[in-house]
């Protein structure tokens, strides 16, 4: 998700409340204690020089004070501000959490709540990095049944 749609759907709601991958709710006392802008500069196995950014939220919990709360509104300041200071882009926000270790999710918005959601690892330069590439198999009856390569389509 990008920013202004994060900030687009504070707008929207009455409360904050972020669930796990897993649908467990976080407790309503989490919030997000820093915004900031990260860039990865890094060189990828196949040679080629990267630059990512993203938009870093962080979430944390106070073990003892159970009635803090981050309403809409503020957080909705608290970004605001991040953007003027920090000249943040309208990029995807990442969202670090601690569970056992700390976690990077993605966030989403289901229209009531934020998802995190499961980031994977990838091999950017799998053509130069030696890794096969791996065909999808694809019945041919599945792809008439789309209709996508019937005789008359000219997709033969």
């Known amino acids: 998700m ?9 707008k929207t709601i009455q409360r904050v409340s972020f669930r796990l991958p897993d649908g467990e709710f976080l407790e309503a006392h989490t919030h997000i204690t820093e915004v900031g802008m990260l860039r990865k500069q890094f060189v990828d196995c196949g040679g080629v020089v990267r630059t990512e950014t993203k ?8 073990d ?5 709360r981050l309403y809409p509104e503020k957080l909705l300041h ?8 920090l000249t943040i882009l309208d990029e995807e926000i ?8 700390i976690g990077k999710y993605g ?3 289901n229209g009531f709540e934020f998802v995190l959601t499961n980031k994977t ?3 950017l330069a799998e053509d130069n990095c030696g890794i096969p590439v791996v065909k999808k198999k694809v019945n ?11 005789p008359n389509s000219g997709c033969c």
């Open 140 to 150: 041919l009856s599945e792809i008439q049944n789309e209709g996508s390569c019937s």
């Open 78 to 85: 608290i970004i605001e501000l991040s953007e003027e200071q």
């Open 121 to 123: 690892t990838a091999c």
């Open 94 to 101: 990442e969202v670090e959490y601690q569970s056992e270790t």
């Open 64 to 68: 003892y004070d159970l009635e803090h």
């Open 2 to 10: 990008k920013l202004s749609k994060f900030k687009n759907a504070l």
């Open 107 to 109: 966030v989403e918005f």
């Open 55 to 62: 938009v870093g939220f962080q979430l944390w919990k106070d």
